[in-house]
């Protein structure tokens, strides 16, 4: 696998464990507006530590690989990722912003809109993931 594959799935893998508890628990039961922003920040603090440790150990795994410079194919994996994962972004923008307005308020928005980032994240990550695995080269 290439390095930047590598980091990709070690990222893709941390949103959706830790994202996937974040939106279990809060759609499951009622949380306060403090509690909640608690549980956000518990959980991004975590999957943002555990992405630092794994990369970390698969640099030092890695050796020179992880150094190096991103490559043309590389670069044009990553364009694809964010130009998909943009439309995704754009449309979860849209319904969070000129639709859920008028039917939702307060924390659902908040959710709504911190679920579109999370997803096109995600999504960014799984075209790069898959790009890599069935090797698109722009």
Do not use: C
């Amino acid at each position: 696998m290439a390095w930047r594959e590598k980091t990709a799935w070690i990222t893709l893998v941390s949103m959706v464990v830790a994202y996937g508890v974040y939106f279990s628990l809060i759609s499951a039961a009622s949380f306060s507006p403090v509690s909640m922003l608690g549980l956000f920040g518990a959980i991004t603090v975590i999957q943002v530590i555990t992405i630092i440790i794994a990369t970390a150990v698969l640099a030092a795994l890695s050796g020179g690989e992880a150094r190096g410079k991103p490559d043309e194919r590389d670069r044009a994996v990553a364009r694809r990722g964010a130009s998909i994962a943009y439309f995704v972004l754009i449309v979860g923008v849209i319904l969070v912003g000129v639709v859920m307005p008028f039917r939702d308020g307060g924390w659902r928005l908040t959710n709504a809109a911190l679920f579109a980032l999370v997803l096109a994240e995600t999504v960014r990550y799984l075209i790069v993931v898959a790009s890599y695995r069935l090797g698109w080269h722009g």
